[in-house]
């Protein structure tokens, strides 16, 4: 059984960087393209980037290149996102999914970032 | 403005049946068959109902299913409950973006 767990909801300011992370179990977990999911409130689902855990080769939306930095770790099956100064536009929930073919076969369970004066 | 066009609501009475279409172009739905649809209950992740235009996964009710003509393609739930009040979103591959897939902007199913 694959599973996703994502960290905790984080509230920031804006400004301060953050970086939140999405541990994957299962078989032969590596040999997929992880990606991140927005969602902001109220809105629909919308792509950020996808992260191949076997060698770190990263792809971004246009609209979130530059803007974010998705990472990973291999050896420890885990896929990071990560800002480096928060916007109050960044209020979100961001979704870790693993991509199988060109459809999402699991989620994780959502990260609730608020970023708030 | 997402590159999937969906409703952004329809509504039902329990045990009718409903569809939700997602209109798209040549270079996304209408030139591969890699459509999925993702349900969402409020304040929760989506989960995969239909991928590949017609297959449901594992443990996915039958009351589900999928199909595509030219560039547009549809979610057809039969004999509806209250439980599948929700939000649903499609899904695409498309070659125009370096990630490879597109959502739809997403339609409220309201079970009446």
């Known amino acids: 059984e694959v599973q996703l767990e994502q960290s905790g909801a984080e509230v920031k300011k804006p400004g301060e960087s953050l970086k939140i992370s999405c541990k994957g179990s299962?078989?032969?977990?590596?040999?997929?393209?992880i990606g991140w999911v927005r969602q902001m409130p109220g809105k629909g689902l919308e792509w950020m980037g996808v992260?191949?855990?076997?060698?770190?080769?990263?792809r971004y939306s246009p609209s979130f290149q530059g803007q974010v930095t998705i990472s990973a770790d291999k050896s420890i099956n885990t896929a990071y996102l990560q800002w480096s100064s928060l916007k109050a536009s960044d209020t979100a929930t961001y979704y870790c999914?693993?991509?199988?073919?060109?459809?999402?076969?699991?989620w994780g369970q959502g990260t609730l970032v608020t970023v708030s004066s | 403005q997402s590159a999937l066009t969906q409703p952004a609501s329809v509504s039902g009475s329990p045990g009718q049946s409903i569809t939700i279409s997602c209109t798209g172009t040549?270079?996304?739905?209408?030139?591969?068959?890699?459509v999925s649809w993702y349900q969402q209950h409020p304040g929760r992740a989506p989960t995969l109902i239909i991928y590949a235009v017609s297959n449901r996964p594992s443990g996915v009710s039958h009351r589900f299913s999928g199909s595509k003509s030219g560039n547009t393609a549809s979610l057809t739930i039969s004999a509806l409950q209250a439980d599948d009040e929700a939000d649903y979103y499609c899904s695409s591959y498309t070659g125009d973006t370096p990630l490879g897939g597109v959502f739809g902007g997403g339609t409220k199913l309201t079970v009446l």
């Open positions: 999914v693993r991509r199988a073919s060109w459809h999402v076969d699991y």
């Open positions: 040549s270079s996304d739905i209408g030139g591969y068959n890699f």
């Open positions: 992260i191949y855990l076997d060698n770190s080769d990263t």
């Open positions: 299962g078989n032969n977990f590596p040999s997929h393209w």
